[in-house]
């Protein structure tokens, strides 16, 4: 099960950020930022990649399949230079 919006609520928060201004930082409307974090909507892989690197996660953590944020997988390294 997809938990990205618990995650973006959670890394957003940790790093006091309001929707607004993260969606500001990955070019994406506070709107759609409100529908991720509420499950309404699912990023696609390249907001996913954005969301990602800005918060120095990965894919698999953002989506729910790890649980260590600090670890950025390789894949997502090469894709995001």
Known sequence: ???????LIQ??????FSQHELADKIGA??????NYERNANTPFIEVLLKLAKFFN???NFL????????????????LTK
């Open 63 to 78: 989506i729910g399949e790890g649980n260590f944020p600090a670890l950025r997988n390789r894949f997502l390294k090469g």
């Open 57 to 59: 996660v990965s894919v």
């Open 11 to 16: 890394l957003r928060k940790q790093q006091n």
């Open 29 to 34: 409307s506070q709107i759609i930022i409100g």
């Open 1 to 7: 099960m997809l938990i990205i919006g618990e995650r």
